[in-house]
T-cell receptor, first 117, second 113 residues
Framework: AQTVTQSQPEMSVQEAETVTLSCTYDTSESDYYLFWYKQPPSRQMILVIRQEAYKQQNATENRFSVNFQKAAKSFSLKISDSQLGDAAMYFCAYRTPLNQAGTALIFGKGTTLSVSS | DTGVSQDPRHKITKRGQNVTFRCDPISEHNRLYWYRQTLGQGPEFLTYFQNEAQLEKSRLLSDRFSAERPKGSFSTLEIQRTEQGDSAMYLC???????????FGQGTRLTVV
């Protein structure tokens, strides 16, 4: 069974600085999707960034980028120029390819990011 | 369209009572998922629908839990004979078949006292 591990329960960063959140996963599949979701306190979970395993190029979305190391099964999230609004719980998630059964997301336990001014 | 909508946002119930939650997905999305999230943990998959068909159920979904999506639009999740261990946030998500991205609702927070 696939698993997702986030080894950093809490992280902190100062405004304008850069922070990296770690995620490792375990799977025997060669094709899959990886995601980072953000869950602000008492608000809904929103997608930050996604990566298709067959793509070698790391995904980027504005200040958010990933370091996808397929052989190492590692998928870290880098947040540049951190802002107060980035404070949230961040979840790493895995899902199987779209043409397979079991399309649910498998989540890690999350990393709480705090941002100080 | 305002995204995935869940109702109620909060529910407090006494142990042993039945509760029902509703999820309205994004209108054109044919896939709908239910997850459970306990404090400080990541969401855990409960069940998944493609249109009106319930295609997958997690072992977490005990026989006290039942989910329906009668017309392939909104879905309901019912918990019978609630227990204190059922206290959690229940999240609904929807997606388009062929699209990896799932959109989440704000969740229903259940407290069993």
């Amino acid at each position: 069974a696939q698993t997702v591990t986030q080894s950093q329960p809490e992280m902190s960063v100062q405004e304008a600085e850069t922070v990296t959140l770690s995620c490792t996963y375990d799977t025997s599949e060669s094709d899959y999707y990886l995601f980072w979701y953000k869950q602000p306190p008492s608000r809904q979970m929103i997608l930050v960034i996604r990566q298709e395993a067959y793509k070698q190029q790391n995904a980027t979305e504005n200040r958010f980028s990933v370091n996808f190391q397929k052989a190492a099964k590692s998928f870290s999230l880098k947040i540049s120029d951190s802002q107060l609004g980035d404070a949230a719980m961040y979840f790493c998630a895995y899902r199987t390819p779209l043409n397979q059964a079991g399309t649910a997301l498998i989540f890690g336990k999350g990393t709480t990011l705090s941002v100080s001014s | 369209d305002t995204g995935v909508s869940q109702d109620p946002r909060h529910k407090i119930t006494k142990r042993g009572q039945n509760v029902t939650f509703r999820c309205d997905p994004i209108s054109e999305h044919n896939r709908l998922y239910w997850y459970r999230q306990t404090l400080g943990q990541g969401p855990e998959f409960l069940t998944y629908f493609q249109n009106e068909a319930q295609l997958e159920k997690s072992r977490l979904l005990s026989d006290r839990f039942s989910a329906e999506r009668p017309k392939g639009s909104f879905s309901t999740l019912e918990i019978q004979r609630t227990e204190q261990g059922d206290s959690a946030m229940y999240l609904c998500a929807s997606s388009l078949q062929g699209n990896a991205e799932a959109f989440f609702g704000q969740g229903t927070r259940l407290t069993v006292v």
